[in-house]
């Protein structure tokens, strides 16, 4: 069965430090994949997607994710963290054998003055 | 331009009641969605609407049931409401069927069944 982790349910950064939030997922076949954000009280905003294309994807405000076949992962980083990235983010993955979006539980990102 | 619109933002109901969570989109998108959010566990979609007229059950459909009222609406009811069925409520649409486009989501529905 699909299964998507992501390590860490809070990490806590220093404004200006890296983001690092970490999603792996259990697939023998990539699948397609996806980091969301979700502010407080509101609903989930698409950051960027994987469907093959480049491992290296870019999304919006700053955020990118690399996905690493070798290593089943699909981590998303922010070289330098804003007040304003402070929200819960999930990964979620699609396999490519059927049509279901699997989400990971959720990391909570505190971004510290 | 709203987006997805879901009404109403809260709501506290005994067990047994029933009631029907509304979602409408302005995008003219075909394809809609309902998921709920329990603490931990991310989201899981309850049903969906791939376009008019057409509706699937997802991964947690027990308990609900749903319509595709017009391209715009989708709601869904809770018929006799358990306290399993606290949860956070989300309602999403995508321009097409295909799951990898982009799913824009509501501002959810808080729901508490005492």
């Known amino acids: 069965a699909q299964s998507v982790t992501q390590l860490g349910s809070h990490v806590s950064v220093s404004e200006g430090a890296l983001v690092l939030l970490r999603c792996n997922y259990s697939?023998?076949?990539?699948?397609?994949l996806f980091w969301y954000v979700q502010y407080p009280n509101q609903g989930l905003q698409l950051l960027l997607k994987?469907?093959?294309?480049?491992?290296l994807v870019k999304g919006i405000n700053g955020f990118e994710a690399e996905f690493k076949k070798s290593e089943t992962s699909f981590h998303l980083t922010k070289p330098s963290a804003h007040m304003s990235d402070a929200a819960e983010y999930f990964c979620?993955?699609?396999?490519?054998?059927?049509?279901?979006?699997?989400f990971g539980s959720g990391t909570k990102l505190n971004v510290k003055p | 331009n709203a987006g997805v619109t879901q009404t109403p933002k809260f709501q506290v109901l005994k067990t047994g009641q029933s009631m029907t969570l509304q979602c409408a989109q302005d995008?003219?998108?075909?394809?809609m969605y309902w998921y709920r959010q329990d603490p931990g566990m991310g989201l899981r979609l309850i049903y969906y609407?791939?376009?008019?007229?057409?509706?699937d059950k997802g991964e947690v459909p027990n308990g609900y049931n749903v319509s595709r009222l017009n391209k715009r609406e989708f709601s869904l009811r809770l018929e006799s409401a358990a306290p399993s069925q606290t949860s956070v409520y989300f309602c999403?649409?995508?321009?097409?069927?295909?799951?990898?486009?982009?799913?824009?989501f509501g501002p959810g529905t808080r729901l508490t069944v005492l």
């Open positions: 999403a649409s995508s321009e097409a069927a295909g799951w990898t486009d982009t799913q824009y």
């Open positions: 697939s023998s076949v990539p699948p397609y």
């Open positions: 994987y469907t093959s294309a480049a491992t």
């Open positions: 979620a993955v699609i396999p490519r054998s059927f049509n279901k979006f699997y």
């Open positions: 995008m003219n998108h075909n394809s």
């Open positions: 609407s791939a376009s008019e007229g057409t509706t």
